[in-house]
């Protein structure tokens, strides 16, 4: 199971390392930045963090000895347009909204996406940064809007684990968008989401869908599941259709999504009420588990609060570990429960931490 | 020539106290700082070299807030690079 449990909350990154008795603190970096999210080498030696300064834009920390030193990179940034400088419009990264390895075959080299909804990236370890310009110059981008924030939003980025040139990318409010040739070309590919908040006309658009999260089956990559703002969808061809899954007993609303590394069928979502208050159902804690792709879903509660609990957990804030039983979840209210046996019993790490925006297992 | 000054909170990428710089807007000095403190442009401007929303720039105690970096500089103003409340 992992041996670390990497926080990134609105004020630092706390690690976390597994013991005898548990996950006990192990350090606190950059404290009192927002850190927005969170990349850890398998051998738990590189780390990249994304920081989200209030005053001073976004910025790229990157250690290389397991968080003993931090070296700040330069960040992405837009490539400067002609008269940008007075040009409210013309783009500048925002936020940094999902980082992932861009697959075995090419250590180190690094997918970012962005707020506004962008990829960047990276052949030399963070060192240098490209703008995908073919992702940008889509056609259909120009239907794309900010969804919770004003700015769109490029928050999943799912690298296929049978071809590193594949790569499947949601954003908020954009669908789901594909490469088949490492991002020279890219195509849309979220047919089947449905937008009830959208006039009627519209709500099968797949160019304007709120995807909050993407996550794709490791050991079965044809199968990838999003929680939507409309609810839970899952595509079973390889992006080629999605289909709404509508028998989640609590709420088919909320951010996150976790599938397990080896059964499809299997996958967790957190609940919560929408859209003009967010809040979990009945102020009680719960996960959804389903473990038949859908068809049926189990509530689980053990460990979790039951009365006045306000936690949200954000797009990020939810995540798996390699075996499927380990499982982590961080709050808008700063607590974080793990679980080691699939969310059927979860412990509180704790209570009062600063809001979490993305948790990392390594 | 004029002085630049940042706020503590920039101290890890920008110099500390007044440094002095050529330059006769807000734009040619800080330009003029940040080829010698390359790191801190990225705090101060963005992707665009627009003045981050959340900074504020001060010249001779007056408190610029629109076309910061035409703002012109005397031979002796002194420039403050803070940063703004409402970023907090």
């Not at chain 1, 927005?36 to 590189?46: E, I, K, N």
């Not at chain 1, 990559?221 to 595509?235: A, C, D, E, L, T």
């Not at chain 1, 804030?317 to 209210?333: F, N, Q, Y």
Request: charge should be negative.
């Amino acid at each position: 199971m992992a041996q670390n449990l990497y926080v990134a909350s609105r004020k630092g990154l706390l690690t976390y390392q597994r013991g005898a008795k548990g996950w006990t603190h192990k350090a606190t970096d950059f404290l009192g930045s927002p850190v927005s999210m969170v990349l850890v080498s398998p051998d738990r030696q590189t780390i990249f963090v994304a920081l989200n300064l209030g005053h001073f834009g976004t910025k790229l920390h990157r250690s290389t000895d397991g968080g003993g030193s931090w070296t700040e990179l330069t960040a992405p940034q837009f490539p400067k347009v002609e008269g940008g400088e007075k040009d409210e419009k013309a783009p500048a990264v925002n936020a940094i909204w999902a980082m992932e390895w861009a697959g075995k075959d090419k250590p180190g080299c690094i997918w970012i996406g962005t707020a506004p909804a962008a990829v960047f990236y990276s052949a030399d370890n963070g060192e240098s940064w490209t703008l995908n310009q073919g992702l940008w110059d889509l056609p259909t981008r120009a239907k794309w809007f900010g969804g919770g924030t004003v700015d769109t939003a490029l928050h999943s980025i799912c690298v296929d684990p049978r071809s590193s040139d594949r790569v499947a990318v949601a954003v908020s409010c954009g669908g789901v968008t594909l490469t088949e040739d490492g991002g020279k070309t890219w195509r849309v590919a979220g047919h089947g989401l449905t937008a009830e908040f959208m006039p009627p006309e519209m709500q099968k658009d797949p160019d304007i869908q709120d995807a909050h999260l993407m996550v794709q089956c490791p050991a079965n990559p044809k199968v990838s599941w999003i929680q939507h703002h409309n609810g839970i969808f899952r595509s079973t061809d390889d992006l080629k259709s999605w289909h709404e899954i509508t028998t989640a007993p609590v709420s088919k609303f909320g951010f996150a999504v976790a599938v397990h590394p080896k059964d499809a069928d299997t996958a967790w979502f957190v609940p919560a009420v929408k859209d003009e208050h967010r809040y979990p159902v009945d102020e009680k804690m719960v996960v959804q588990r389903t473990r038949d792709g859908g068809k049926t879903f189990d509530v689980l509660r053990h460990g979790l609060p039951q009365e006045t609990a306000f936690d949200l957990v954000y797009r990020h804030g939810l995540v798996v570990d390699e075996t499927g039983e380990g499982l982590a979840m961080g709050s808008t209210t700063g607590a974080v429960w793990t679980s080691d046996n699939g969310g059927d019993a979860w412990t509180l790490l704790s209570a009062h931490l600063p809001p979490v925006y993305a948790l990392r297992f390594a | 020539m004029a002085k630049v000054f940042f706020t503590s909170h920039l101290r890890s990428v920008a110099p500390d106290g007044g440094v002095e710089a050529a330059g006769a807007t807000v734009a040619a000095a800080l330009a003029d700082v940040f080829a010698r403190y390359p790191t801190a442009k990225g705090y101060v401007l963005d992707d665009q070299g627009r003045v981050r929303l959340h900074i504020a720039v001060f010249v001779d105690n007056v408190h610029v807030r629109r076309d910061i970096l035409e703002y012109p500089l005397r031979g002796d103003s002194e420039v403050y690079v803070m940063q703004a409340l409402s970023g907090g």
